[in-house]
């Protein structure tokens, strides 16, 4: 348990539905992340947002809309995906400027396009 | 753009053996952050590297960072099948930048 917790650890969804990734964070953090991990590619960062604003949109397509409520929760809305958009997508936080850099990694959900 | 290579991909070795992957940047890198992946798990941080030919240790472990600051090593003494998955290395470009890019990745594999 990291202290980051995502849902749901799997989905399965067509091309024409509309799904929500969701991640928590219980450690006080002030930033969040959203990266994709694809079977041979490296983690790629998706979004980033520091206190609640979000700071980087690393050229992700708009089919991903992300969602940061307030600096404990974050959300990835999907519609209208790919099936190359199929991929292990990971929520990370991490305390900016205090000296501990380290991101903390949710388990991830497995996403299916079909 | 950003990029931030890893070699060997793969990695298979004898418990018992050494093993080192190596992390190669395009650009200067502010800091590094080495991260760690079981099988089925999520990245695990490991350790930072801040300064020019920094070397750090953690038990069996030793992370290095060039004088460049655009690369960097983690060697590991003596594997253990414990030792077995992915090893990343994470660089930002900025001070107190949180944009971490991720290497590619070396799988280790241990075998008993």
């Known amino acids: 348990e990291t202290g980051v917790t995502q849902t749901p650890r799997h989905l399965v969804m067509g091309m024409t539905n509309k799904k929500s990734l969701k991640c928590e964070q219980h450690?006080?953090?002030?930033?969040m992340y959203w990266y994709k991990q694809s079977a041979k590619k490296p983690l790629e960062l998706m979004f980033v947002?520091?206190?609640?604003?979000?700071?980087e949109n690393n050229s992700v397509p708009s089919r991903f809309s992300p969602e940061c409520p307030n600096s404990s929760h974050l959300f990835l809305h999907l519609h209208t995906l790919q099936p190359e958009d199929s991929a292990l997508y990971l929520c990370?936080?991490?305390?900016?400027?205090?000296?501990?850099?380290?991101?903390?990694f949710g388990q991830g959900t497995r996403l299916t396009v079909v | 753009g950003q990029q931030v290579m890893q070699i060997p991909q793969y990695q298979h070795v004898q418990e018992g053996e050494d093993f080192t992957t190596y992390c190669n940047s395009s650009?200067?890198?502010?800091?590094i952050q080495w991260y760690k992946q079981r099988p089925g798990g999520h990245p695990v941080f490991l350790i930072q590297?801040?300064?020019?030919?920094e070397v750090k240790k953690q038990k069996r472990l030793t992370f290095q960072f060039g004088e460049a600051k655009k690369n960097s090593s983690l060697h590991i003494t003596a594997t253990q099948t414990t030792d077995v998955g992915t090893y990343f290395c994470?660089?930002?470009?900025?001070?107190?930048?949180?944009?971490?890019?991720f290497g590619t990745g070396t799988r280790l594999t241990v075998i008993p």
């Open positions: 990370a936080s991490s305390q900016l400027r205090d000296g501990r850099p380290e991101a903390f």
């Open positions: 450690l006080g953090h002030n930033a």
């Open positions: 947002y520091n206190f609640k604003e979000q700071t």
């Open positions: 650009t200067t890198l502010s800091n």
């Open positions: 590297l801040v300064k020019s030919g």
């Open positions: 994470a660089g930002s470009h900025q001070t107190g930048a949180n944009n971490l890019f």
